[in-house]
């Protein structure tokens, strides 16, 4: 089982910038696709991004294609989301999650998770 702790929400401005980041424990990390879902109060998470193991492939969910760039550095056991122009609408808590699928997008193809980090952007 992998450990996931991500950081790096807050609160942001509409348009501006925020870097999450997922710090993965056990030396297995180099082994999974990882991905970051999202979630508001009332909703089903949703898909956000997607990385293959090697960094070589990635998925984005439509909203975030252009604004959103997910990228792994392995030696670290980390994976970033860098999050740029950032909409209200983007504003839920941000999950990362493990797969062992080449790059998934449905939740129940991640296995590990981690405890969220909030994200709120204000208009």
């Known amino acids: 089982q992998v450990r996931l702790v991500e950081s790096g929400g807050g609160l942001v401005q509409a348009g501006g910038s925020l870097r999450l980041s997922c710090a993965a424990s056990?030396?297995?990390?180099?082994?999974?696709?990882m991905g970051w879902f999202r979630q508001v109060p009332g909703k089903e998470r949703e898909f956000v991004a997607a990385?293959?193991?090697?960094?070589?492939?990635?998925n984005y969910a439509e909203s975030v294609k252009g604004r959103f760039t997910i990228s792994r550095d392995n030696a670290k056991n980390t994976v970033y989301l860098q999050m740029n122009t950032l909409k209200p609408e983007d504003t839920a808590v941000y999950y990362c999650?493990?797969?062992?699928?080449?790059?998934?997008?449905?939740?129940?193809?991640?296995?590990?998770w981690g405890q969220g980090t909030q994200v709120t952007v204000s208009s």
């Open positions: 999650a493990t797969s062992t699928a080449w790059v998934a997008k449905a939740s129940t193809d991640f296995g590990s």
């Open positions: 056990g030396r297995t990390f180099s082994s999974y696709s």
């Open positions: 990385i293959s193991w090697n960094g070589g492939s990635t």
